[in-house]
């Protein structure tokens, strides 16, 4: 029997910090588990190296965006090697084999009739890459994630239909209650699809840090289209000279709340359009929270795991991860509980 799990992807626009380290020790812990079971086991993690945020992060330091991804990405890689991952594949989504995958893909939607050119004005978040009804921004008018405050992006783009996938999806959720999990981020899911889902775009005209449209190359592929479909795209080059699809696919998904909506439903609608089976599960877990703030690149108040494993190993920040926060939860992290859960436990 196999088994296929994976981290979400991580953008490298910054250092990683303990909320990495947390996504992929829960990781670890399911995989390590499924391989104690005598199952075939697949697990991937990697990075999301496209988007405005990484051009912008770039700029800044004075890169171009593929010289802070090639910075980037071994800290990654470190990361997951420093907390013990048992990780098959680090995937990046500037691997050429990925690229060409995603090209692909996008082609087989446009192939379904799934894929319109349109005019699209709305408020985008840089830090999300993502774009956000005035409705559901905090009274203060900023992204509710982030804390920061959209701006007016106005483009012609191509949009994936997803309206059309609204029945297909609400029929499959209600056949399959166990998809996600807990069963709070499962209604939560459900609620968006059954409120009506609105047709999305898959491209920027407005950067050119991206996987170009295969049949307009003025146009990059959306950063999350292309980062959803790392998923898929590494079972076909993980292994030289293999194709795992066949063997490993469905995955299995670990991720946070705050992108629950691009993997249990647009991910799903893609899948469908694509003609690809849909994951076999998400497990959904909560925010580390410092101070009560939810640990965000974006908002600086993020801890350094290398720091702590330097100081007290692998192992005891693993255990302090796994001990204090209830998995599908928010969680409390600080240097103080994990020194107390080092002196008085371990």
């Known amino acids: 029997m196999s088994y296929y799990i994976s981290t979400p992807i991580y953008y490298v626009n910054s250092e990683p910090h303990h909320g990495h380290a947390y996504t992929t020790i829960a990781a670890d812990v399911l995989a390590r588990h499924h391989r104690q079971r005598g199952e075939d086991v697949f697990f991937l993690t990697g990075v999301d190296e496209h988007g405005t945020k990484i051009a912008q992060a770039a700029e800044e330091r004075g890169l171009t965006p593929q010289q802070l991804a090639d910075v980037m990405a071994p800290r990654y890689r470190a990361l997951a090697a420093a907390v013990g991952a048992s990780s098959d594949f680090f995937i990046r989504t500037t691997d050429p084999e990925h690229e060409a995958f995603v090209q692909g893909f996008v082609e087989r939607l446009r192939a379904a009739g799934d894929i319109e050119k349109r ?11 993502g774009f956000w009804y005035e409705r559901d921004l905090t009274p203060e008018g900023l ?22 996938y609204q029945d297909r999806l609400a029929e499959f959720f209600r056949s399959n209650p ?12 459900l609620s968006f699809i059954e409120q009506g889902l609105e047709d999305i775009s898959i491209s920027r005209s407005s950067i050119t840090w991206g996987i170009p449209v295969p049949w307009d190359e003025e146009q990059v592929i ?10 898929l795209s590494a079972l076909t080059y993980a292994r030289p000279g293999e194709d795992l699809t066949a ?11 705050d992108i629950l909506k691009f993997h249990a439903v647009i991910w799903p609608a ?42 007290v190993g692998a192992e005891p920040l693993r255990y302090y991860l796994m001990r204090e926060v209830t998995l599908g939860q928010d969680g409390d992290v600080s240097l103080e509980g994990l020194y107390a859960r080092y002196n008085n436990e371990l």
């Not at 063997?247 to 946070?256: C, E, K, N, Q, T």
Request: glycine residues 10%.
């Open 270 to 311: 893609l899948l469908m359009s694509a003609g690809y089976d849909l994951p076999s599960g998400e497990l959904i877990h909560g925010y580390l929270l410092v101070g009560g703030e939810k640990m965000s690149k974006t908002r600086g108040n993020t801890l350094d795991p290398f720091a702590v494993i330097e100081e």
């Open 222 to 231: 959306y950063v999350w289209v292309d980062a959803l479909i790392n998923y």
């Open 119 to 129: 005019t699209y004005g709305g408020l985008y978040c840089t830090a999300c890459e």
């Open 178 to 189: 166990g998809f996600v999990r807990p069963r709070s981020r499962y209604n939560e899911a």
């Open 143 to 164: 992204c509710p994630q982030h804390g920061v405050k959209p701006t007016w992006l106005e483009e012609e783009n191509y949009y994936f239909l997803l309206s059309r």
């Open 247 to 257: 063997r490993y696919w469905p995955a299995f998904h670990f991720l946070a709340k």
